[in-house]
């Protein structure tokens, strides 16, 4: 299985004609600049990732290479501002997701999938896969809300108070995130039990604290209540569609009022789309999915008739919503929903970069902005099914995808790390909260509404300087799961290589019940069981001893990418345990 992306790839594509050192002149293109002028052709000129001229007349500076774009427009790199890089999603893996974007001309993406432990890493490592730019929203829920009901404080932060929101807030800070999701609206498209909702209060907080410190706030908002109180507390973006009925006059003026922006997500809900399963097709349950799908398109309409500014997002990852060609068809269904191709070019454009504040640097083809732009064989602005005809896609000046561009990766993961020191965490450094690689202890418990309470701490302990304990109570579930991750590498994004290791060592004990160790690769989860007592007992377990994830898989230990220690057993007991001085050996 190939799974290691270099830096290889990235020297290899700078030091090729694909980085287009010298100038470069687009010849003969018609452009849609998204200002809203009408298309023109021109010459457009740009040096240093940036567009430096656009001549109408066609006049081609000396010393130019050049692209002859006769039969192509040239539009600004299109923006997808909700999507997930998961290993759910169609693709599942980031440099084959990547790939699709600048296959399909879409330039900036905002993913919403990552811990903010897992930005820097994945910053450095996204530099160096051909791709679009890659922006990471922090998110925050509510104890029990949407987003919240599968993972730990340090994925999502739980937040239902004005005090906590703000602190919550400050604490993201350090991990420099480029926007803040939250998931205000409990209500989950009526099917499935409901989460819990953010209060107004809380939410006006949070957007006050994050506007403070030049963070935009998108939000999970799907019912027109609650996009009312999105509006009086000033988000900026409402990151879904309001499905839950038709949206009224005094909501869109409220939307108005405070500038709020809609993203109405089209594409994840659209009911009859490619792939879904044909023994469903007349059952209750998809005609409420179809008659939500008919008012979210008629709430994009009347939004935007009455001068609320539509953006461009689709959240894809999600099932059946593919990355790259969902925010092509996002774009078709705004057609579908009313909108003119023109302006539905303008929501994936230039209306999404000033939802974000950013049209002063890209989303519009004018001197001085960014070359984020995609050729495309027709004009699309006339026939919006035009859009999947890309030819050239640049990112900041540079050839992603075209003739010349570097050829799509084929790994899958980031190059592993070699493990040079076996120890993984004694408990004993000042930070309590990292592991001796420097990675943050993270918790693992099962999700859902009814799901285990537990904290985890470090704490001293007779003879050892700290241990780290973990106090559960489990759900009240045929099978329950409380847990700890110990991280190799920062947020899990780069596997590291324990090849040279036989197995993992480590001290442990709890209250006599069933444990689990977990090894996690990039090919899955390695298991075995463990029963320790209430005396602490040093444990060696063989890689060769763990039950793989699937019959055919070998260990290699050169992928791995946490150590995961588990409680799993029947629900509603509490439940604790102890580890330290965890290591290869």
Not at 187 to 202: H, K
Not at 227 to 250: C, F, N, P, T, Y
Not at 285 to 300: D, Y
Not at 335 to 340: R, W
Request: proline share 6%; with cysteine.
């Amino acid at each position: 299985m190939i799974k290691h992306t270099g830096l290889a790839l990235f020297t290899l594509m700078v030091c090729t004609e694909a980085a287009w050192a010298d100038p470069l002149a687009i010849v003969g293109a018609k452009v849609f600049d998204a200002t809203g002028s009408e298309p023109y052709m021109a010459t457009v000129v740009i040096d240093d990732g940036v567009i430096t001229s656009i001549d109408k007349k066609g006049r081609v500076p000396k010393k130019t290479k050049t692209i002859d774009a006769k039969g192509l427009s040239l539009l600004p790199g299109f923006f997808d501002l909700h999507i997930h890089y998961t290993p759910r999603g169609e693709p599942g893996t980031s440099p084959q997701i990547s790939q699709a974007y600048i296959e399909a001309g879409v330039t900036s993406v905002y993913d919403f999938a990552q811990a903010p432990e897992a930005f820097a890493p994945r910053r450095e490592w996204l530099t160096e896969i051909p791709g679009p730019h890659v922006n990471f929203a922090a998110r925050m829920s509510t104890t029990n809300g949407h987003g919240a009901d599968w993972s730990d404080t340090n994925t999502t932060k739980w937040v239902n108070t004005p005090y906590a929101a703000t602190e919550a807030v400050k604490e993201l800070l350090p991990y420099k995130p480029d926007v803040i999701k939250v998931f205000t609206d409990g209500w989950r498209y009526g099917s499935g039990v409901d989460n819990t909702s953010m209060d107004e209060p809380t939410l006006t907080a949070l957007v006050a604290e994050a506007h403070a410190n030049n963070l935009k706030v998108l939000t999970h908002t799907v019912t027109v209540d609650r996009a009312a109180i999105a509006g009086r507390a000033g988000v900026d973006v409402l990151a879904h569609s309001m499905l839950d009925a038709d949206v009224d006059q005094e909501t869109i003026d409220i939307l108005k009022a405070s500038g709020t922006a809609y993203a109405g997500t089209l594409a994840v809900y659209e009911a009859d789309k490619p792939g879904m399963p044909s023994f469903g097709e007349n059952t209750p349950a998809m005609e409420s999915r179809r008659a939500r799908f008919a008012t979210g398109l008629r709430n994009v309409k009347a939004l935007h008739d009455n001068g609320i500014l539509i953006a461009l997002g689709t959240d894809a990852g999600m099932p059946l919503t593919p990355h790259g060609k969902s925010t092509l068809h996002e774009m078709e269904l705004m057609v579908k929903a009313g909108l003119t191709p023109t302006e539905a070019l303008m929501a994936g454009t230039s209306n999404s970069a000033a939802a974000l504040g950013i049209i002063g640097d890209r989303g519009t083809i004018e001197v001085g902005k960014a070359a984020d732009i995609v050729l495309i064989k027709g004009e699309p602005w006339s026939d919006i099914s035009e859009l999947y005809n890309t030819a050239y896609t640049f990112v900041g000046g540079e050839l992603m995808f075209g003739k010349g561009a570097p050829e799509p990766v084929g790994e899958t993961y980031m190059t592993a790390s070699k493990i040079t020191s076996p120890l993984i965490a004694d408990f004993d450094g000042s930070n309590k909260e990292r592991t001796t690689r420097d990675t943050l202890v993270v918790g693992d418990p099962d999700g859902g509404k009814e799901r285990s309470w537990q904290v985890y701490e470090v704490i001293p302990e007779t003879g050892k300087d700290g241990v780290l304990h973990l106090t559960a109570s489990l759900s009240l579930r045929e099978e329950a799961r409380a847990g700890v991750v110990l991280p190799l590498n920062r947020g899990d994004v780069q596997p590291a290589d324990a090849s040279d290791y036989k197995g993992l060592k480590f001290d442990i004990r709890g209250d006599g019940g069933n444990y689990v160790l977990v090894a996690t690769t990039t090919a899955g989860t390695w298991t075995k069981a463990l029963v320790p007592g209430e005396k602490w007992s040093t444990v060696e377990v063989p890689f060769d001893t763990l039950d793989p994830p699937a019959e055919d898989e070998v260990w290699s230990g050169d992928d791995m990418l946490d150590v995961r220690f588990l409680i799993k057993r029947p629900g509603g007991h509490d439940v604790w345990m102890e580890v330290d001085d965890v290591s290869f050996y």
